[in-house]
């Protein structure tokens, strides 16, 4: 039995934005695009595979348009880029992408920590940004991070997100992404977000976009999920953060999404390579693997389909 859950909800790794943040070290632009090409090979659906984020602010993103000039078009219908602002969606849209998330905060304080203004000017901004895309026939996501909880002024009222999801100024975004940016959240709290969005806001897909700070990260994953997400972002191994919020550790483990999730494309081999792959990278980058998945598919419950078999490569040094 494949223990598919319902109601379904795909995928987007976000591994090589997100997940790249807070790492020391950076990963070529080879490595990134064998990571995106390799990711879709295993069948993951969507992608987020950088970030118009300054280098000289975020510099793990700064050869983020390499990666998407050695992608082809059909790879790159399935990848997505940060923005935040019109520039840098005519940038990345010179770049040959054509899908973009323009990102802004619910707080004013993270906006500002974040992307150097307040939020009422993202969203002064963002009618522009909608135009741009359309001049290129490409796709706008409207996230707002902070949706829950901000670093600086606390919790976040669910009318403050709702009043921005319902700004007449976000017509014509195709999502709308809700940020638990700093995992503070709850699943009855997620829930109940994610519903109102649902019913109270205009008809688009609904991204989650979670962390595991405090433990709970697919447990708010499932919640969105059961309240109406279509889709929900996870990073290999548990990575990433945000570097402008204080108290931000890593996403949602996509290996956790996936093993709790079951889509209909993933089975025990193809999650096996996905764990490989991530123990690879994140050796690569000196970062600990935070899945509890993963580690259970090193374990030695070797009559359970989801455990490595013993003769598949092991990547992690020290792993029997």
Request: proline share 5%.
């Amino acid at each position: 039995m494949s223990h598919t859950l319902e109601p379904r909800a795909v995928l987007r790794d976000v591994t090589l934005r997100d997940g790249l943040q807070l790492t020391g070290k950076m990963l070529s632009t080879e490595r990134k695009v064998e990571t995106v090409r390799e990711l879709i090979r295993l069948g993951v659906p969507e992608i987020e595979l950088g970030s118009m984020a300054r280098a000289d602010l975020v510099p793990t993103m700064a050869n983020t348009l390499e990666v998407a000039a050695a992608l082809t078009a059909e790879e790159l219908e399935k990848c997505w880029i940060w923005v935040a602002t019109p520039g840098h969606v005519a940038k990345a849209a010179a770049a040959g992408l054509r899908n973009f998330q323009y990102c802004l905060s619910a707080s004013d304080a993270h906006n500002q920590a974040n992307i150097g203004r307040s939020t009422e000017a993202s969203l002064a901004a963002l009618p522009q940004a909608i135009e741009y895309a359309r001049a290129v026939d490409g796709r706008i996501q409207l996230c707002i991070a902070t949706s829950f909880t901000c670093p600086f002024d606390g919790q976040v009222p669910e009318q403050r997100v709702l009043d921005i999801a319902n700004d007449p100024r976000a017509e014509g975004t195709c999502d709308i992404v809700i940020c638990d940016t700093l995992g503070q959240a709850v699943p009855a709290q997620v829930a109940s977000l994610i519903s109102r969005v649902r019913d109270e806001t205009p008809t688009r897909r609904i991204v989650y976009h979670g962390h595991d700070t405090w433990g709970l990260g697919v447990a708010n994953t499932l919640a969105a999920i059961g309240a109406g997400a279509g889709v929900i972002d996870g990073a290999l191994g548990g990575l990433g953060g945000c570097p402008f919020a204080p108290g931000a550790s890593g996403n949602t483990s996509s290996e956790d999404i996936l093993f709790a999730t079951r889509p209909e494309w993933l089975d025990p081999r193809g999650f096996g390579s996905l764990v490989e792959l991530s123990e690879d990278l994140l050796k690569e980058l000196g970062e600990p693997n935070r899945s509890k998945s993963a580690q259970g598919a090193r374990s030695n419950a070797a009559a359970f389909e989801w455990v490595i078999a013993s003769d598949r490569v092991v990547s992690c040094e020290g792993t029997q």
